[in-house]
């Protein structure tokens, strides 16, 4: 594998529901991201870790909870959703956290809540 | 706080067509600029970036020059081809307190008809 990868790519859940969205980066980034893309509305950062550290919560309700193990790994646990909370949810990850770092993303997971 | 305004899509366009979609920005400080593009079911792709004024960048036949005076970064091209059809980013990632995050416009549809 190369690049980012994420699983699952699609996901149907129930708003009772608990799942969890998984993100691999294969390219010895430090850096890693979740953001929300949903239609009509610019991209959402939502959280952001540096050197496996949580350095940034966008104001992200508590239904979502973010995991970094190591600084490959990134998951997104999700639980009691609403269906607003559909979207497409991306993963990214760079050399380091600073401007002018470029992010390399995953193909994302498409997500629908019932 | 930082923002990206693009133009407003769809964009339609005949093959062999030149393309220009507007970027313009507000930032503190210096920020670095960058393009992505969206294919269809797939995670957004760097395009090209710039890192500081005047400085061009360029991939795949597509450029944009980091204009300061103008706060712009214009994306052109001077023949697009079908296979270009997506949706393009203009994106900025500034340093200080926001630690390099990238805040994104709204994101515009390119079609190129054959």
């Known amino acids: 594998e190369t690049g980012v990868t994420q699983t699952p790519r699609h996901l149907v859940m129930g708003m009772t529901n608990k799942k969890s969205l998984k993100c691999e980066q294969h390219?010895?980034?430090?850096?890693m991201y979740w953001y929300k893309q949903s239609a009509k509305k610019p991209l959402e950062l939502m959280f952001v870790?540096?050197?496996?550290?949580?350095?940034e919560n966008n104001s992200v309700p508590s239904r979502f909870s973010p995991e970094c193990p190591n600084s490959s790994h990134l998951f997104l646990h999700l639980h009691t959703l609403q269906p607003e909370d559909s979207a497409l949810y991306l993963c990214?990850?760079?050399?380091?956290?600073?401007?002018?770092?470029?992010?390399?993303f995953g193909p994302g997971t498409r997500l629908t809540v019932t | 706080g930082n923002s990206v305004t693009q133009m407003e899509g769809p964009v339609t366009l005949s093959e062999e067509a030149f393309l220009t979609i507007n970027c313009t920005y507000t930032?503190?400080?210096?920020?670095?600029l960058f393009w992505y593009v969206q294919y269809p079911g797939e995670g957004l792709q760097l395009l090209l970036k710039?890192?500081?004024?005047?400085d061009k960048g360029s991939n795949k036949g597509f450029e944009a020059t980091y204009r300061k005076e103008t706060t712009s970064f214009h994306l052109e091209k001077g023949s697009v081809q079908v296979s270009d059809s997506a949706v393009y980013f203009c994106?900025?990632?500034?340093?200080?307190?926001?630690?390099?995050?990238?805040?994104f416009g709204q994101g515009t549809i390119l079609t190129v008809h054959p």
């Open positions: 930032a503190t400080g210096y920020p670095s």
């Open positions: 994106a900025l990632s500034a340093g200080g307190t926001s630690y390099g995050k990238l805040t």
């Open positions: 390219l010895g980034h430090n850096a």
């Open positions: 870790y540096s050197l496996e550290e949580r350095v």
């Open positions: 990214a990850s760079s050399l380091f956290q600073g401007a002018g770092y470029e992010q390399y």
């Open positions: 710039a890192t500081k004024a005047d």
